[in-house]
């Protein structure tokens, strides 16, 4: 409950003679969630370095050239650079996709390794893989649609693009509610008195709020993407992504809060309102993302010359109005 000492988890040789338990969960944590950091800015870096060059080569302000010289890493735009560069980005991406499901399974035992009621389940890890798929994909709809239209994107950013991302949304939304009633199930199954009083309290006691808003966002609402002509609705999209990032918000709260407020011991019942300071974090967090968002937007290219480099058409082709299309 003590993020400010974060450095408590790390194992290295320090001045407390303390080493962490490496059979907490919180230490898997940390080293999941570092290794997870170090390939994603490698893989993004990794992609921007054709566009750095691009960069390199136009600049005029010779501090700015200099450090997209640094940048750029020499990049000559040669066929053999191209050839390594694609298989490099291959290999980062086949060695990120096991890390999603490393990390986000990791992230689970924080709760499934503890023995509150409401935590203490062996679903946990497949169950907060779909989720971060899920919301993940609504977080790039959030942002993508936007931009989309502001920067005038749609030949790249099409419908097809759109209408695939929503199946990969409706699958993972399915996937998270079929989750949600298992954990009603299990603690029914289970015949645990703590658990069973914890679900009923979930959806018709104390916090029965959260937990609504929570099913009604995550399950209910993405069902419309049955229908292809809201599949195709970029409009339609961008609102059900606001809904889905406020439904898995309220998944965290549905997690962390009802199951500590709502433990073993009778006596140590009690609930739970927001201070300013909390409502501070939660709002900087946004300010934060979005700080270091616009910067790299406003710096750097949106769409990578990488992705774009094999759909757009060699300009001879369009000499006499042919092949502009295919």
């Not at 616009?294 to 082709?317: D, G, H, N, S, Y």
Request: proline share 6%; aromatic share 20%; hydrophobic share 55%.
């Amino acid at each position: 409950g003590r993020p400010w000492k974060f450095f408590w988890l790390i194992p290295y040789p320090n001045w407390r003679l303390l080493f962490p338990n490496f059979k907490s969960p919180l230490v898997w944590d940390v080293f999941a969630i570092s290794t997870y950091l170090t390939i994603s800015t490698t893989f993004l870096f990794i992609g921007l370095i054709p566009d750095f060059a691009v960069l390199r080569d136009k600049e005029t302000n010779p501090t700015r050239k200099r450090i997209y010289s640094i940048l750029s890493l020499g990049w000559r735009n040669s066929d053999r650079e191209w050839r390594h560069f694609a298989k490099a980005y291959l290999f980062l991406a086949a060695f990120s996709t096991p890390l999603v499901l490393s990390v986000h399974s990791v992230v689970s035992f924080d709760f499934a390794m503890a023995l509150t009621p409401g935590w203490h389940a062996s679903i946990f890890p497949p169950y907060f893989v779909a989720g971060a798929i899920f919301s993940g994909f609504a977080m790039v709809w959030t942002i993508a649609i936007p931009m989309r239209k502001w920067f005038k994107l749609e030949h790249y950013i099409t419908l097809n693009h759109l209408d695939a991302t929503a199946k990969v949304v409706l699958f993972t939304s399915m996937v998270v509610g079929c989750a949600y009633l298992i954990e009603f199930f299990i603690a029914w199954y289970s015949s645990v008195r703590p658990e069973q009083e914890f679900f009923w309290n979930r959806v018709f006691g104390q916090w029965w709020w959260a937990a609504w808003i929570m099913l009604l966002c995550n399950m209910a609402l993405p069902m419309s993407l049955w229908s292809q002509k809201l599949r195709r609705n970029p409009a339609w999209l961008f609102i059900l992504s606001l809904f889905i990032n406020l439904g898995m918000w309220f998944e965290r709260f549905v997690i962390v809060v009802p199951s500590l407020s709502h433990e073993f011991e009778p006596w140590q019942w009690g609930g739970y309102t927001p201070s300013w300071i909390d409502m501070a974090f939660l709002v900087g967090s946004f300010g934060w993302f979005f700080m270091w968002f616009l910067l790299f937007v406003k710096q750097m290219p949106v769409m990578a010359i990488m992705e774009l480099k094999e759909i757009v058409t060699p300009r001879f082709k369009n000499a006499h109005g042919h092949g502009g299309h295919h």
